[in-house]
């Protein structure tokens, strides 16, 4: 079978992840990406052997500083199945009408509105709905979260109501533009867009609030889950620890913060450190009555990027759900740091 | 009448306010202070005429360096009517003994367990029951302002169940000893011990999750509060804006973040920035069915104070509630900040 054709629309934080991720996947090919200025990631990429397309009228600014330009951002387009759009939130729906003029499939990320696809994306909750589709959104870093441990919780023991405060990290770690420092900052109105965004995915009731704080590394969630079912602890984190996209650690094996559970993955040499996981605190779980609590972190910029290369085997069908989720995750060594 | 003749023990981020808030009554008398350290501080203290006294056997680690000892803790103790204790979390207990041995009342903070005073003190909602008693405790900073919150919420509305996360800071600005930097650290286990904290005071069923943060201004709280009663959002409002230790912000008016607030206090002239008042932000407060969603802030070095000086009155039955708060606000200017 033929390898399905992807470009990568803007090779930022989130592209140039999916990007790597692609290159792993023996039923996938790379044709290139896009990148809007001509700056070390830029370079990195050609000299790595990636096709670098641009702006139609930016190839002299690429050229003047030795970066090989392949051709213009519709050239890539024209030339793929399927374009996994990763520009800043909001430019993926303008970047639709080129999608459809040149009759590719295309994957956008969760800083665009749910309507831009009308379909939005969690492996584990509804990779099947998402076969065959043309536009599919990959929902954000915090609702890919959120869903991963709320589908789990939902599944045995079915969700009554479920609120989540989402301590944000501020910045990425290589932004170096502006970002808060030695202040907190809440998400007003309320309820955070998180909440609803979680049920364009899964239907269960959830409230989310959201205080942004001076870090760079991940974000936390405290969560508060009431179930209809009655949850027993041991059986809930039996199940959990089940999906090797939920890592659980422990604060008694010194992961006591966002810090250490980064470190954790730089000390397993995952490349730029990327924890794909949902990480939950698994001394943190507790159960009283129908209510389940606990603290779960996300890494930002990894989490998404199995999402997306499960999202593209789903809408060119090739794969089962559980046939690609395997496939993606022993490529990306997602499992290897259960501890 | 003569007045209260009160002593500070331990003369740090909250014995060096409640120090200069009992030089503001007329009806108390600051006797002295006691510093363990000969620092800046302590020879400030001396400097502005507040009569110092040190542990046995340290006089002359002190005038070595030209600070001048009035006499020992226990000299001080005996000159008393009360005493503040304002040393660290669980030196308070064993301080106790001193206390009792000449006999004066004494005021503990929330570093100490509830069970050295048996009774737990908030000025809005126990005032009269602190009347004549000899050992009470001021909760801690964060469980102060959950009380007042919930205080007006429960009273309109009677609280069915609440759910707080405690965004919390993770040093004082004056801390320049070690905090986490970068991170995010959740409190485990489940609950934080705020919850049964505030259940000394208040009975309303809550539950509390914290998350350290690289911030030295001020906590924020995430609510979830269910009422018995339907809430209005309006009336709920109304009535918060009655209580001068509640200040209503708004993110309209710039006021976003810790940041902001604290600009405004020290826009203000409030010394040290000291806020005494719990900061709430209007624009956050939203009512859905019987469930209320709000955002607070609070000045983990200031917000106790008020509640030190109500309680001594309290204590020594010498005003009503709403006169002790009235005259305590009045003279730290509580109530002036509403913008």
Same mark, same amino acid.
């Given at each position: 079978?033929?390898?399905i054709?992807?470009?990568?629309?803007?090779?930022?934080?989130i592209?140039?992840?999916?990007?790597?991720a692609?290159?792993?996947?023996?039923?996938?090919?790379?044709?290139?990406?896009?990148?809007?200025?001509p700056?070390?990631i830029?370079?990195?990429?050609?000299?790595?052997g990636?096709?670098?397309?641009?702006p139609?009228?930016?190839?002299e600014?690429?050229e003047a500083?030795?970066?090989?330009?392949?051709?213009?951002?519709?050239?890539?387009v024209?030339?793929?199945?399927?374009?996994?759009?990763?520009?800043p939130?909001?430019i993926?729906?303008?970047?639709k009408?080129?999608?459809?003029?040149?009759?590719v499939r295309a994957i956008?990320?969760?800083?665009?509105?749910?309507?831009?696809?009308?379909?939005?994306f969690?492996?584990?909750?509804n990779?099947?709905?998402?076969?065959?589709?043309?536009?599919?959104?990959?929902?954000?870093?915090?609702?890919?979260?959120?869903?991963?441990a709320?589908?789990?919780?939902?599944?045995?023991?079915? =969700?009554?109501?479920a609120?989540a405060?989402?301590?944000r #990290? @501020?910045?990425?770690?290589?932004? $170096? *533009?502006?970002?808060? !420092?030695?202040?907190?900052?809440?998400?007003?109105?309320v309820?955070?867009?998180?909440g609803?965004?979680?049920?364009t995915?899964?239907?269960?009731?959830?409230?989310?609030m959201?205080?942004?704080t001076?870090?760079?590394?991940?974000?936390?969630?405290?969560?508060?889950?009431?179930?209809?079912?009655t949850?027993?602890?041991?059986?809930?984190?039996?199940?959990?620890?089940?999906?090797?996209?939920?890592?659980?650690?422990?604060?008694?094996?010194?992961?006591?913060?966002?810090?250490?559970?980064?470190e954790?993955a730089?000390d397993?040499?995952?490349?730029?450190?990327?924890i794909?996981?949902?990480v939950?605190?698994?001394?943190?779980?507790?159960?009283?009555?129908?209510?389940?609590?606990?603290?779960?972190?996300?890494?930002?910029?990894? =989490?998404?990027?199995?999402e997306?290369i499960?999202?593209i #085997? @789903?809408?060119?069908?090739?794969? $089962? *759900?559980?046939?690609? !989720?395997?496939k993606?995750?022993?490529?990306?060594s997602?499992?290897d740091?259960?501890?």
């Open positions: 079978m033929a390898r054709k992807v470009g990568i629309n803007g090779y930022g934080t592209g140039k992840r999916v990007a790597d692609v290159m792993l996947q023996n039923d996938m090919e790379l044709v290139g990406v896009s990148k809007t200025r700056d070390f830029a370079r990195m990429a050609v000299s790595k990636i096709p670098l397309y641009v139609e009228g930016h190839e600014r690429f500083v030795g970066i090989k330009v392949s051709g213009t951002i519709e050239d890539l024209s030339k793929v199945d399927v374009i996994v759009d990763a520009t939130g909001g993926g729906a303008q970047n009408p080129l999608y459809e003029k040149h009759n956008f990320q969760g800083g665009e509105k749910h309507d831009v696809t009308g379909f939005s969690n492996a584990y909750v990779y099947n709905e998402a076969k065959g589709r043309r536009f599919v959104r990959v929902v954000s870093c915090n609702t890919t979260g959120l869903l991963r709320l589908y789990v919780i939902n599944d045995l023991y079915k =969700i009554k109501e609120f405060v989402i301590v #990290r @501020a910045a990425d770690p290589a932004d $170096d *533009k502006a970002g808060i !420092i030695n202040t907190l900052e809440p998400s007003i109105p309820p955070s867009h998180h609803p965004d979680v049920r995915v899964l239907d269960v009731p959830i409230e989310t959201a205080i942004k001076p870090t760079t590394l991940m974000h936390i969630h405290a969560l508060h889950v009431r179930t209809e079912k949850p027993n602890r041991e059986k809930l984190i039996e199940e959990l620890s089940k999906y090797r996209r939920i890592l659980l650690v422990s604060k008694d094996l010194g992961i006591k913060s966002t810090a250490k559970a980064i954790l730089r397993l040499g995952r490349k730029r450190y990327d794909y996981e949902l939950i605190w698994k001394d943190s779980i507790t159960v009283k009555g129908n209510d389940i609590y606990f603290y779960q972190a996300v890494h930002q910029e990894a =989490i998404v990027v199995p997306n499960d999202a #085997r @789903a809408m060119f069908e090739v794969a $089962d *759900k559980d046939d690609s !989720i395997e993606t995750d022993r490529s990306l997602i499992g740091m259960s501890i």
